[in-house]
């Protein structure tokens, strides 16, 4: 619950104006009851029972946008008729709405919430004493909402650069490790709940220090931004790729069973050959790859990638090792069952000769074998 407030904003501010309302309006509530004004009494009960639907309802379907509006609908309409049927006393209500939508519902809507809240009350005319004080009334209430619009603009903006700055490598403008242990924990969810199946392969390139030292830092950089285009204009949409650390990726593939995983794995292989350069020749990088096991926890499933990742570097890099036994998974429907293996056993798919050294070695797609490291 914590952490759900801590990390949407919206849903936090929903629940904070729905208590503040919640224990605001209470009071107004038994007080008009115990007064015999029925009418405003009911009119509270009625207020209360649509700002907690509102709350009740984020919490429930996560979707706050629909929450945010159902409670700034219930705020202005609330306000307006409080204020016409109180009259002055009730007028005061609007304000703190006419603040809080900016926070509830986009900019726009807030605007035409609000202006339309302060007409309705202006247009009966019963809720104000005199007309001097229906235009104070009118433009204080637009003093408050371009000061509510200007704060809650810069607060956007200034909530959207931090949290790009938390969750995006500067120099490759891929996510970094921080969205990538969201993500995992979300895919990790979601196969729980849904059954979807889950790749992640965790890509290392190879003498990464040596094209560091042999021409300089600025080349490396290029590298790894190259990299990153050329996964990314060659991943599906649903592909997520993150950047680990150093010349460290993790690509994370939902819904690829055994056999498409090779095929992707193998495209990505030679794709890296035969673009990825630096100025004395071809780059190539070393892959462990790890199906989600049923029921596994991201930090087992993590481990086996790196266990596979090492795998690939120790015997000899620019390779492709699995941590699962896919020819004998098959497809995605014994997957869970079948492809978890302790993390001692990894599958893995040989390279062919990088045809980059010897153009006339057969390809690793057309020439992947199977073997178990004991
Ligand atoms: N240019 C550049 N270099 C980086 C960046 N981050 C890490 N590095 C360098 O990446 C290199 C990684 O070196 P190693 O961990 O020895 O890996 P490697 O040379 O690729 O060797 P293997 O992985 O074993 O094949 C180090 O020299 C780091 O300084 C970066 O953002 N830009």
């Known amino acids: ?5 801590k990390n949407d904003f919206r849903l936090s501010i929903i629940t904070l104006l729905g208590a503040s309302a919640v224990l605001g309006i209470t009071p107004f509530a038994v007080l008009r009851f115990l007064q015999g004004n029925t009418m405003a009494g009911l009119l509270d009960t009625v207020i209360l029972a649509g700002i907690s639907f509102g709350v009740i309802y984020s919490w429930l379907t996560g979707n706050t946008r629909v929450g945010g509006m159902v409670l700034a609908l219930v705020a202005c309409g609330g306000a307006v008729s409080v204020g ?11 304000y703190p709405c006419l603040v809080t939508t900016f926070f509830l519902v986009a900019p726009k809507i807030a605007i035409v919430l609000n202006i339309a809240s302060v007409l309705v009350l202006m247009s ?3 809720a104000f004493s005199s007309q001097v004080q229906m235009w104070s009334f009118a433009s204080t209430a637009v003093v408050v909402s371009a000061c509510a619009y200007v704060f809650a603009y810069r607060n956007k903006n200034q909530r959207v650069r931090l949290e790009h700055l938390a969750t995006i490598d500067p120099l490759t403008g891929v996510k970094n490790r921080r969205s990538m242990d969201e993500a995992l924990d979300l895919a990790a969810a979601n196969a729980e709940q849904t059954g979807q199946s889950y790749a992640l392969v965790l890509l290392d390139l190879d003498h990464f220090k040596t094209i560091n030292d042999d021409y300089g830092h600025g080349v490396g950089d290029s590298v790894l931004t190259e990299l990153v285009a050329l996964i990314e204009h060659n991943t599906r949409k649903s592909d997520q790729l993150f950047r680990y650390g150093g010349e460290e990726f993790v690509l994370l593939l939902p819904g690829v069973d055994g056999v498409g995983l090779q095929s992707v794995m193998t495209n990505l292989q030679q794709l890296l ?16 790859v790890a199906l989600l096991g049923h029921g596994e926890s ?14 690939a570097k120790e015997s000899g890099r620019d390779r492709i090792v699995y941590a699962d036994a896919l020819a004998q998974a098959g497809s995605g429907a014994g997957r869970y069952r079948n492809s978890r293996q302790p993390s001692s056993k990894l599958a893995e798919v040989s390279p062919a000769v990088n045809p980059t050294q010897n153009p006339a070695a057969p390809s690793a797609g057309s020439n992947a074998s199977v073997k178990v490291r004991k």
Do not use: C, I, Q
Not at 273 to 281: A, E, I, Q, T, V
Not at 298 to 311: I, T
């Open 1 to 5: 619950m914590l952490h759900r407030l």
């Open 84 to 94: 016409y049927v109180v009259g002055e006393p009730g007028l005061f209500w609007l």
């Open 124 to 126: 009966f005319g019963e």
């Open 273 to 288: 050959r035969r673009r990825l350069k630096h100025p004395g020749g071809a780059v190539t990088a070393s892959f462990g």
């Open 298 to 311: 991201v930090a087992s499933w993590l481990r086996r990638a790196d266990n596979a990742l090492y795998e």
